[in-house]
């Protein structure tokens, strides 16, 4: 079984684009799990990746006659 990886608050919010008391709010409201080392928080890369799966949206959807080309597509 691989071991996970894992990342400091500041590399989660820099690949997210978010800011880095963003990350700290998620894991102290409970929506990321985290682990506290002593010298700062790490999230596994599986945590990380079930938090994104919890927060996608569906899919986009194409408008019909696009066949999926986008909106430049028909012109």
Request: glycine letters at 8%; charged letters at 30%.
């Amino acid at each position: 079984m691989p071991k996970d990886q894992y990342q400091t608050v500041k590399d989660v919010a820099d690949r997210l684009k978010v800011a880095e008391a963003t990350v700290r709010h998620w894991i102290k409201v409970g929506q990321l799990r985290a682990i506290d080392i002593g010298k700062g928080w790490r999230i596994a890369d599986a945590d990380l990746a079930e938090f994104l799966m919890a927060h996608q949206t569906a899919p986009r959807r194409h408008p019909a006659g696009l066949n999926g080309r986008g909106p430049q597509a028909e012109a």
